[in-house]
């Protein structure tokens, strides 16, 4: 059978379950509309660490040992790990992955992380080399601030479309057999850049990727995006999202009902984030603590989570060069709902 | 090929409508009252210490150590980026603003140690305008020197 659809779309024959997902968030996340579906929000930023770096670290590594706790399985059982973050050198996830001994790929796709590792594990899976993977990520409000911008306790006025980096880590656990939501088809984006040059205006900037990706795949499939319940951006805000609809409407396509973003649901409009939530873990957290139990309680048949990255650097925006986006797409499905509201089961 | 085909001319003219409006006569009237109340506290400073005997150039430079010491507490308990949202350049213009300039990368970089970290750092923000500050200063010397 052939695996590709149409130009960039991929079909998953054996279909891998997501068996497990956990997440984990920070206070800010924690007091969202969303807190009471995360397994846990911290009190403090600094999670009784000395740095925010090495709060993102050790959140990171007890998030993967829930996961693991959850579905009931210790580490040898586990294929591949495959991380990403937004720290240089992605360090928080390199640094995690030594705390377990489990072959590793280290990712970096920005804020579309997420869904890079899960479309890489399902790959893994559906080609026959290895049985489960686990796919992780995580960002840091402080920490990520400090290195693409300028100090916390600087005094310099946000722009209301700047978007608010998550705290948090998000990991899910996919395996050839076992229950739960299973992953059908992907559609890997193309790095897109219509010449967005400022570094607070990311939803500007990986709007047209989303669109990009969203065009092709419907494509690519030969669907509308009324065949799904939810197509869901991973942190476009207010400005992106608001952007990829006024894209795809001069395509004939009308995402009006069935859009939502990452970014927008994370927080409540009384934060103060300006246009919403953005950062690797701003998709990872919601995908894996909100949008994977609707789809196992039978809430949703059929999602397409198109999770979004910016891929600047700090170095690039001083040099004045523009901001290139890249938004990866996937198809999770629900063959068998079962039907425990808001549980989870993970039973092999 | 790709399925958006627009120049980025075209998408900046987007990008621009869809950008929520902030209101400029808010930030100009928000940035006075704000910056106008922190000269307002510098003005009773000097009152109290020239009430107190002290000579009016002498009271000055006090009145601004007493306005860096504000700032960088502001900055401490982590006030002054929260006033800032709201003031604009009128928490940034104030000597309290170059306080907080100063302080925020100290506090922010003293993780990654006191000599690298806090003492390379420090001057992250403020660097420029103590470089620009100096290089006018030289340029203004000349001129003086020559000129006049």
Known sequence: MNKVVGNQTIKFERKPKIISSAAIVGPKEGEGPLGEYFDKALQDSYYQEQTWEKAERKMTQENIDLLLQKANLSPDKIDYLIGGDLLNQTVTSNFAARKFAVPYFGIYGACSTMVEGMILGAILIDGGYGYRTINFTSSHYQGAERQYRTPNEYGDKYPSYKQWTATGTGATLLAKDGQGPVVTEATVGKVIDLGVKDPKDMGSAMAPAAADTILQHLNDTGRTPQDYDLIVTGDLGEVGSKLLKELLAEKNINLQDCHDDCGKILYNSDQDVGAGGSGCACAAVVTAAYLLPYLNNGEFKRIFVVATGALLSPLTSLQGESIPSIAHGIVIENESPNNAIGNFSYEE | ?148
């Open chain 2, 1 to 148: 090929m790709p399925q958006i085909n627009k120049t980025p001319n075209e998408y900046q003219k987007m990008v621009k409508n869809a950008h929520p409006s902030d209101s400029k006569v808010k930030n100009f009237i928000s940035a006075y009252v704000i910056g106008g109340l922190i000269c307002v506290v510098g003005e009773i400073i000097t009152n109290i210490l020239t009430a107190q005997g002290l000579a009016l150039n002498e009271a000055g430079p006090l009145m601004s150590v007493s306005m860096i010491f504000i700032g960088g507490l502001l900055t401490g308990i982590g006030v002054y980026d929260e006033i800032a949202q709201y003031a604009g350049a009128g928490t940034i213009v104030p000597i309290t603003g170059f306080a907080n300039a100063i302080v925020s990368p100290a506090m922010e970089y003293k993780q990654d140690g006191y000599i690298l970290g806090l003492g390379a750092k420090m001057y992250s923000v403020a660097g420029p305008v103590l470089t620009y500050g100096m290089l006018s200063a030289f340029i203004v010397g000349i001129i003086k020197l020559i000129f006049i």
